[in-house]
């Protein structure tokens, strides 16, 4: 078992830089894929980035491509997602989920979940 703690949130305008952290406790962080999901207000929780707990392969969504990036520090037991050129459509709050095996762009398969983090992004 992990236990996830997001931080880095807050308020920034569009166009502008932001990046998100997620703190892992517990034994093995690096045997886990960790992935980012975001929900919004009235709307279902959405995958956002992935990365393999060992080929450190990353996937994101097409919303994100190109935008974001997800990196790993496993001597930190963190993960992080660099979000650039941020869009009022990224307003959500911002999870990270953990799993073992490989990463998955489905919410189901991640059975650690952080609180989150508010992301705002105004226009």
């Known amino acids: 078992q992990v236990q996830l703690v997001e931080s880095g949130g807050g308020l920034v305008q569009a166009g502008g830089s932001l990046r998100v952290s997620c703190l892992a406790s517990g034994r093995a962080f690096s045997s886990y894929s960790m992935g980012w999901f975001r929900q919004a207000p009235g709307e279902e929780r959405e995958f956002v980035a992935a990365?393999?707990?060992?080929?450190?392969?990353?996937y994101y969504a097409a919303s994100v491509e190109g935008r974001f990036t997800i990196s790993r520090d496993n001597t930190k037991n963190t993960v992080y997602l660099q979000m650039n050129s941020l869009k009022p459509a990224d307003t959500a709050v911002y999870y990270c989920?953990?799993?073992?095996?490989?990463?998955?762009?489905?919410?189901?398969?991640?059975?650690?979940w952080g609180q989150g983090t508010q992301v705002t992004v105004s226009s």
């Open positions: 990365i393999n707990w060992y080929s450190g392969v990353t």
């Open positions: 989920a953990a799993k073992t095996a490989w990463a998955s762009r489905l919410s189901s398969g991640y059975h650690n």
